[in-house]
């Protein structure tokens, strides 16, 4: 064989390889979808305090939005019927520009359903990344909704004053954690956050209440129950689930959508409602 035929007989290799692969990655991709796809929402539900009223907080975080889909349809019937006194959302709503015209199609659902109840967020690192946090406060706004960036609101709910206060994401925003020191007088507080980091360290500054954060996705792929891999913000030994840390009670939502792959193992998507016991 001459070194001409040897050169192409190498690139017809090198090509059917490169199909090979393509073709691989091609079935990965459209198995993990499928699987993601089939991956069902689910409420996850905690009872904290002992008072006499029960406030019910609706968390929602990380839903990944970018195009719509029968998958983001559910999500929204599935809010409307856990009966929110307080709807929140912990960050990472929108995966990229065309996410907003989902999120705003999901807020026009829930609102139709939902007319006065309260809804309050916090930028994620995805929204403060892709410079998409004004633009998602604007449309919150449209429909009743507050982004809080480092601010509080105190509200009444069923005859209480509840304090709810938001910090800016901490990747790529400038939270200012000290803001719970100086928080009014109120029957409850509660402290929406992105990375369960900052909720832990306000819980270190002296909050007391009920601190909710996402970020995580519950590691979204584990292997033997654990994550090989967790972002920026998220503790080894704080990624999901219910936490007391001195004061306060910190509970990370696994969240509902996925980022560089679609695929969860192990951390299936959920919704978390808490029942907020407060009063004597």
């Known amino acids: 064989m001459s070194r001409e035929e040897a050169l192409r007989l190498n690139r017809r290799k090198l ?10 990655i091609a079935v990965v991709t459209a198995i993990m979808m499928v699987l993601n796809q089939a ?10 305090g002992k008072g006499n009223v029960v406030i019910r907080v ?4 990380d839903t990944h939005f970018t195009s ?6 559910r999500l929204a019937r599935l809010v409307v019927n856990t009966h929110p006194d307080v709807l929140v959302m912990t960050g990472d709503a929108v995966s990229n520009a065309e996410g907003l015209a989902t999120l705003r199609k999901f807020l026009a659902l829930v609102r139709e359903e939902l007319p006065n109840t309260p809804i309050y967020a916090v930028p994620g690192n995805w929204e403060r ?7 998602e406060a604007r449309i919150l706004n449209e429909y009743g909704g507050t982004m809080l960036i ?15 206060v938001g910090l800016d994401d901490m990747v790529y925003g400038r939270p200012n954690v000290s803001i719970v020191k100086s928080l009014p007088n109120a ?16 819980a270190k500054e002296g909050f007391k209440g009920l601190a909710l954060a996402g970020h995580c996705h519950g590691g979204q792929v584990k292997i033997l129950g654990h994550p090989p891999f967790l972002p ?13 840390i001195n004061n306060a009670t910190v509970v990370i939502s696994r969240g509902v959508g996925t980022v560089i792959l679609p695929l969860r193992i192990g951390s299936e998507p959920e919704v978390v409602v808490i029942n907020l016991r407060v009063g004597g």
């Open 39 to 48: 991956s069902d929402l689910t409420v996850t539900r905690y009872s904290i």
């Open 150 to 164: 480092n601010q509080y609101v105190t509200l009444r709910v069923k005859d209480v004053n509840v304090v709810v």
């Open 187 to 202: 029957d409850a507080y509660i402290l929406l956050t992105h990375e369960p980091q900052l909720a832990l360290k306000a």
């Open 68 to 73: 719509w889909s029968e998958r983001v349809a």
């Open 129 to 135: 990344g892709l410079g998409l946090a004004g633009k």
């Open 15 to 24: 090509r059917r390889a490169l199909l090979a692969l393509a073709l691989l």
């Open 232 to 244: 920026q913000g998220c503790p080894r030994n704080m990624f999901e689930g219910i936490h007391r």
């Open 58 to 61: 609706t968390q929602l975080s």
